[in-house]
Nanobody
Framework: QVQLVESGGALVQAGGSLRLSCAAS????????MGWFRQALGKEREFVAA????????NYADSVKGRFTISRDNAKNTVYLQMNSLKPEDTAVYYC??????????????????WGQGTQVIVSS
């Protein structure tokens, strides 16, 4: 059974930083592209960042470029999202997802096969 478990969400002031983690089990983590998506209250889910299986390709939404960094540790079956210079508009539930296409760091949610339950990030102004 595949499980993706996010952690690290919190309440933080604008300008602050958080690091989200997503621990994977039940799949061969090292061959999956991993992505982060988010959904704010009343809005559709949106792409945040993705990283391919070898970490040779990353992809970011324009809204987070230069502020967020995605990384992975295949030995720990974990993907991370370092979020700096947080803004109130970053407030959302953040989800990690796994895509079995190794090379392409997709921004399309429908291409991902497995999803976590999400972790809440609240950025106060």
């Amino acid at each position: 059974q595949v499980q993706l478990v996010e952690s690290g969400g919190a309440l933080v002031q604008a300008g602050g930083s958080l690091r989200l983690s997503c621990a994977a089990s039940g799949l061969t983590f090292g061959v999956y592209t991993m992505g982060w998506f988010r959904q704010a209250l009343g809005k559709e889910r949106e792409f945040v960042a993705a990283i391919n299986w070898r970490a040779s390709t990353t992809n970011y939404a324009d809204s987070v470029k230069g502020r967020f960094t995605i990384s992975r540790d295949n030995a720990k079956n974990t993907v991370y999202l370092q979020m700096n210079s947080l803004k109130p508009e970053d407030t959302a539930v953040y989800y990690c997802a796994a895509d079995d296409s190794r090379w392409y760091a997709s921004s399309t949610g429908s291409e991902y096969d497995y999803w976590g339950q999400g972790t809440q990030v609240i950025v106060s102004s």
